[in-house]
């Protein structure tokens, strides 16, 4: 009964070890589990930031030129869509739409292959679309960013005299 009871022992020592070994591993596979996810999430948040400056970068910068009167807050814009077809025969004709912003007059006209337009400071999208002979069409977009009129503050110095 002795060595029934000491291999009975032992065996419950065995289970208890394999028991705690196996639930140490799980342990460290959830804990790398949980490491992962968070790591994911971090990268996937620096992801999308990468694409909000992608989208930021990628606009078209201008700023309104400074002159001195603060009621002039306007710039010109100026947009050029420059279509290549494969076939040097096919005209190409040009379609300016604007998507976002506050509404501008493009021009000459919308139909122009370069455009300009006043903006005052703010953002504006626009697409163009090119057309060939045979209406095969490609579209591209932009975005403008116009930046208020520049203006440092004034300096000043007093000067004391004897």
């Given at each position: 009964?002795?060595?029934?009871?000491?291999?009975?022992?032992?065996?419950?020592?065995?289970?208890?070890?394999?028991?705690?070994?196996?639930?140490?591993?799980?342990?460290?596979?959830?804990?790398?589990?949980?490491?992962?996810?968070?790591?994911?999430?971090?990268?996937?948040?620096?992801?999308?930031?990468?694409?909000?400056?992608?989208?930021?970068?990628?606009?078209?910068?201008?700023?309104?030129?400074?002159?001195?009167?603060?009621?002039?807050?306007?710039?010109?814009?100026?947009?050029?869509?420059?279509?290549?077809?494969?076939?040097?025969?096919?005209k190409l004709s040009y379609r300016w739409s604007q998507t976002a912003g506050t509404a501008v007059k493009?021009?000459?006209?919308?139909?122009?292959?370069?455009?300009?337009?006043?903006?005052?400071?703010?953002?504006?999208?626009?697409?163009?679309?090119?057309?060939?002979?045979?209406?095969?069409?490609?579209?591209?977009?932009?975005?403008?960013?116009?930046?208020?009129?520049?203006?440092?503050?004034?300096?000043?110095?007093?000067?004391?005299?004897?």
């Amino acid at each position: 009964m002795n060595n029934l009871n000491g291999y009975i022992l032992l065996l419950i020592g065995f289970v208890v070890v394999f028991t705690t070994k196996i639930l140490e591993d799980r342990a460290k596979i959830i804990k790398i589990e949980n490491n992962n996810r968070i790591r994911t999430e971090r990268l996937a948040d620096e992801r999308a930031g990468q694409a909000r400056i992608d989208i930021e970068m990628a606009k078209c910068r201008v700023t309104v030129p400074h002159d001195g009167n603060k009621l002039s807050n306007k710039a010109i814009v100026s947009l050029s869509a420059n279509g290549s077809d494969s076939d040097e025969t096919d005209k190409l004709s040009y379609r300016w739409s604007q998507t976002a912003g506050t509404a501008v007059k493009l021009k000459p006209n919308r139909t122009a292959k370069d455009i300009h337009f006043n903006a005052e400071a703010g953002e504006y999208s626009f697409e163009v679309s090119v057309k060939d002979n045979y209406d095969e069409t490609m579209t591209e977009t932009v975005t403008v960013k116009v930046l208020p009129e520049p203006n440092n503050s004034p300096d000043v110095e007093i000067i004391c005299s004897m």
